[in-house]
């Protein structure tokens, strides 16, 4: 009988350490700062369209684009490498060292793209 009773006053003892064990400690928990968050890319109004095909439409999309065609082909970031394009259907179609291409392969619908992309 003693022993048990030994045994159950030094139980919350045992749970303790082991809590303290298995918690982590200040020092090994390194602060990396918030999780980044990553969300869809929302694009601004233009007032008027005012880009040709291969210039930047990060900011303003296809209302920015004379083709009213916006596509993300050079930059893996969401916010970044949208370029302005035109609908075609032959790689003759495009400017030099581009090609006509499906964006998304669902889609019917092709694209100049630079070459490579």
Same mark, same amino acid.
């Given at each position: 009988?003693?022993?048990?009773?030994?045994?159950?006053?030094?139980?919350?003892?045992?749970?303790?350490?082991?809590?303290?064990?298995?918690?982590?400690?200040?020092? #090994?928990?390194?602060?990396?700062?918030?999780?980044?968050?990553?969300?869809?890319?929302?694009?601004?109004?233009?007032?008027?369209?005012?880009?040709?095909?291969?210039?930047?439409?990060?900011?303003?999309?296809? #209302?920015?684009?004379? #083709?009213?065609?916006? +596509?993300?082909?050079?930059?893996?970031?969401?916010?970044?490498?949208?370029?302005?394009?035109?609908?075609?259907?032959?790689?003759?179609?495009?400017?030099? #060292?581009?090609?006509?291409?499906? +964006?998304?392969?669902?889609?019917? +619908?092709?694209?100049?793209?630079?070459?490579?992309?």
């Amino acid at each position: 009988m003693k022993t048990l009773s030994r045994l159950m006053s030094s139980c919350p003892l045992l749970v303790a350490m082991a809590a303290l064990a298995c918690s982590p400690s200040a020092s #090994s928990k390194v602060d990396e700062g918030p999780e980044p968050v990553f969300s869809e890319h929302k694009f601004l109004n233009a007032e008027q369209p005012t880009k040709e095909i291969g210039e930047a439409c990060d900011t303003y999309g296809a #209302s920015e684009c004379t #083709s009213g065609l916006c +596509v993300h082909a050079t930059d893996p970031a969401p916010d970044r490498g949208h370029i302005c394009t035109v609908r075609c259907n032959a790689t003759g179609d495009c400017p030099n #060292s581009w090609h006509c291409g499906q +964006v998304v392969p669902s889609l019917v +619908v092709r694209f100049c793209i630079p070459s490579g992309e």
